[in-house]
């Protein structure tokens, strides 16, 4: 009987230290300024090619290669695909078009439209339990 009431209150105790019990709110002067989170810094890879000397086919130096972490790459496609298989075939279309997304100024995007009459064709299929 002791060790159940001595549990009880050991939980008890453990429950309104870990969820305090809604209290009366306090007035807007007493509260403390709400803080925003302190924001992590992403988690940086290794990348072989940031801050090297970038050559092209024919082995001739362009300049120095920055990665640029924070923007992201889009691939629009027609229905369903491949966009890694998209985009490495657009990259290289002269007729694909390409847009360069900013906010407040700085570039967030680069998006990668392929001309849709040009695309390599999509073999479609259905399964056969799907019949």
């Known amino acids: 009987m ?3 009431t ?6 008890k105790k453990i429950g309104n230290e870990l969820m305090p019990s809604a209290a009366k709110p306090e007035p807007e002067s007493e509260r403390e300024p709400v803080r ?8 940086v890879e290794f990348d ?3 801050e090297r000397i970038f050559h092209d086919e024919e ?3 362009l300049g120095i290669a920055h990665r640029l972490p924070e923007v992201a790459v889009y691939v629009v496609l027609q229905g369903r695909g491949n966009p890694a298989e998209t985009l490495n ?3 290289s279309d002269e007729e ?11 570039v967030t995007g680069l998006i990668y439209v392929p001309d849709p009459n040009r695309a390599p064709l999509r073999i479609e299929a259905t399964r056969a339990d799907d019949v």
């Open 2 to 4: 002791i060790q159940r």
């Open 6 to 11: 001595a549990g009880a209150y050991i939980v």
């Open 36 to 43: 925003e989170p302190n924001r992590v810094a992403p988690v």
């Open 48 to 50: 072989e090619l940031d």
């Open 59 to 61: 082995g001739n130096s």
């Open 89 to 91: 075939w657009a990259a």
């Open 96 to 106: 694909t078009q390409r847009f360069v997304r900013r906010v407040n100024g700085r």
